[in-house]
């Protein structure tokens, strides 16, 4: 190994690189990390190098498509990692993966564009630069792992390699952002971007420009501000609204870019010092529930790739240890190939920061945490007859965040390592995942999600559809494990009579009796429709006819890819491990279940299920119930008929009650 790839292995904070190497092919826990790696390196000795073409270039602009471009891109880049990495620990006289390696690095050079098309202005008329210019998420991504290779590998890459990484990144990355006009957009955005794209340009910065160098100077000035915005995107209680898969991005490089920086200029120690990034470290903590399935609210799935080490190298900076087994992901794993994470696995892993889900305490919270910037509630208990954990995730928040999904109200279920109901999580990405009209892709559309439809109108897109706490607790009650989540999401519907509606959850788990409940109170206040003459009918028919002429139906919705066992009187998922029944009142509620063939994030097929409840009789009793709870309140209420009549309103209350079981095992 060179020195000059040792000594600048500190850059990264390893003391010794080639001693760091030997100790991971010698742990078991890497071997089917190594021999992954040692397979595609052998691969990419004998076949060619991916090109990207022009018919694969324009699929996006002419068709929407993003597949055939990126599977060639990312391809290219998993490539030049895994011959990297097996280059690390060959001697070198043995040249074949290096040249191979420098063959690649050379093709990255020739690109049109580090850019993916879906990024790049759609018209030459939008542009306000060359397109070799543009700097998004994957040109800063690459502009990074190019600085760090030429680092790792000086002396040993041909010189010619070197100073062409150099030519070019000074040409597509230093040059624009040398102009202090016009700022790229990601510069001040509150998400991921600002932090991937201020990462891989901050790291390009520090180790290919000299330190005498005023634009050196000027474009980490510009890195460190847009990680300012980046953080600002984040409350204090370190939630990412994004979701976990954008934590791991958005965070993770964040985290990759400060620790270089701080090497290099400690005085800015503090980008990692503090307590809201600690809160920020506990967040994949928070989210997981059990057997490596998190709540995949927003654009995240339930099962991400955690970089082991981003999370070790967060718990050194911030003494946090996580629930997780101790994993090292397979490159193949990771639909991007990132370099970042790969080369950081290798150098920063550490085991000790993993521990079982029983050894961690969560936020010193009986059962769970409430996450109040963000409005999520996550509770988790183990049932201690059948030593399983079940949970509750909900989701306030509003429907313009970002990678929004319309999902005000919405809810999982967990239970012995699976998400029962559950949360279609990220869709496909397509150009018409982030067009205007989004909202009608089922894993945007509340109808993708475990909220009701009133009226056939579905939650609204925007700001000002927002949902505010009523109230929020978690605690526990002898053997019993208890939280209350009282939501009002009335501004996310647009229904023109809609003038409150509420959701209620009240999950208990009891340890005496192994198993949890969950009920669900949704209360729906209309304005009386005016052409209904409230003196047609006596009192008593005024209570039933007229109500039910003017009350907007409700259908209750939830998603599962369990399919549902419908009976008499329950619906029933049976997961591997755990059952969830729904108790229904027969005549009062329909049920249909509508199978929905879809296809997940990474395009593989999926099938969904969606159960739908309609109340056709629910009306004259939650107007009785409304009344019964006014006449406790109110000493001098009005008899029921007189409020049923003599008031504006109409209040119906749905009532629906869980039941999570384990499910005895058959050993």
């Not at 080639?18 to 992954?36: F, M």
């Not at 760090?148 to 070019?168: A, K, N, P, Q, V």
């Not at 928070?286 to 718990?315: A, K, Y």
């Amino acid at each position: 190994m060179n020195i000059s790839t040792k000594s600048s292995a500190l850059l990264w904070g390893i003391d010794d690189l080639e001693k760091r190497v030997q100790h991971t092919l010698s742990n078991s826990n890497y071997a089917a990390w190594w021999t992954d790696l040692q397979h595609l390196a052998n691969e990419a000795l004998i076949l060619p190098i991916p090109v990207l073409s022009f018919e694969a270039f324009r699929e996006f602009a002419d068709h929407g498509g993003r597949e055939q471009y990126q599977q060639l891109y990312f391809e290219k880049r998993g490539r030049i990692g895994a011959l990297a990495i097996i280059s690390l620990h060959t001697t070198d006289e043995s040249t074949s993966y290096i040249e191979a390696l420098e063959e690649t690095l050379w093709d990255i050079c020739n690109e049109y564009t580090w850019c993916l098309p879906a990024h790049l202005p759609q018209s030459n008329q939008h542009a306000q630069r060359p397109v070799w210019e543009e700097i998004d998420l994957f040109a800063a991504e690459t502009a990074g792992m190019l600085a760090e290779l030429s680092t790792l590998f000086r002396g040993r890459l041909d010189d010619r390699i070197i100073e062409r990484i150099e030519s070019e990144v000074q040409r597509r990355i230093f040059k624009p952002l040398s102009e202090p006009n016009p700022l790229f957009s990601w510069e001040t955005a509150d998400h991921n971007w600002s932090a991937v794209c201020g990462s891989g340009c901050g790291i390009a910065a520090l180790l290919l420009l000299k330190q005498d160098d005023l634009r050196r100077v000027q474009i980490l000035e510009r890195m460190i501000q847009a990680m300012s915005h980046f953080l600002s995107g984040y409350g204090e209680d370190g939630g990412c609204a994004e979701g976990l898969g954008y934590w791991v991005y958005g965070f993770g490089y964040y985290t990759y870019f400060a620790d270089m920086l701080i090497r290099v200029e400690p005085q800015y120690e503090h980008l990692l010092r503090s307590t809201k990034i600690a809160q920020m470290a506990a967040f994949p903590e928070h989210l997981h529930l059990s057997d490596g399935i998190f709540v995949n609210f927003s654009d995240s799935d339930e099962q991400e790739i955690l970089p082991p080490g981003l999370l070790s190298q967060l718990g050194k900076w911030t003494g946090h240890e996580y629930s997780l087994p101790f994993q090292i992901n397979l490159l193949i794993d990771d639909p991007c190939r990132r370099w970042a994470h790969l080369i950081r696995n290798l150098l920063w892993s550490d085991e000790s920061y993993f521990a079982s889900y029983d050894s961690v305490e969560v936020d010193g919270q009986e059962g769970g945490v409430y996450l109040p910037d963000l409005n999520w509630m996550i509770c988790k208990s183990n049932l201690s007859k059948s030593d399983m954990t079940i949970a509750l995730a909900t989701k306030g928040g509003h429907n313009d965040e970002p990678h929004n999904h319309n999902d005000l109200g919405s809810f999982i279920v967990h239970g012995g390592g699976e998400n029962i109901l559950s949360d279609l999580g990220a869709g496909l990405y397509t150009q018409a995942y982030f067009a205007p009209d989004r909202e009608q892709i089922l894993n945007i559309s509340s109808a993708g999600h475990s909220v009701p439809q009133i009226d056939g109108q579905e939650q609204q897109s925007g700001r000002e559809a927002e949902s505010h706490v009523l109230k929020q607790r978690i605690w526990r009650e002898g053997q019993t494990d208890r939280a209350i989540w009282k939501l009002d999401i009335t501004k996310a519907y647009a229904h023109p009579t809609l003038q409150q509606y509420t959701r209620d959850l009240y999950w208990s788990v009891s340890q005496d009796q192994a198993e949890a409940t969950l009920q669900l109170i949704d209360r729906f206040t209309f304005n009386r429709q005016p052409q209904v003459e409230k003196n047609r009918f006596s009192a008593q028919e005024s209570s039933t006819h007229s109500l039910d002429q003017v009350t907007p139906p409700i259908v209750e919705r939830f998603m599962s890819t369990i399919e549902p066992i419908i009976e008499a009187d329950t619906v029933r998922w049976i997961g591997n491990k755990a059952e969830v029944c729904l108790k229904l009142a027969q005549a009062q509620e329909k049920v249909t279940v509508e199978v929905i063939q879809h296809v997940d994030h990474h395009g593989a097929a999926i099938v969904l299920y969606r159960t739908s409840i309609q109340h056709v009789a629910s009306i004259e009793q939650g107007i009785q119930e409304q009344s019964i709870q006014q006449k406790s309140i109110t000493a001098n209420s009005p008899s029921l008929e007189d409020i049923s009549h003599s008031e504006h309103t109409i209040t119906v209350v749905i009532d629906l009650s869980f039941v999570i079981t384990s499910i005895p095992s058959l050993a």
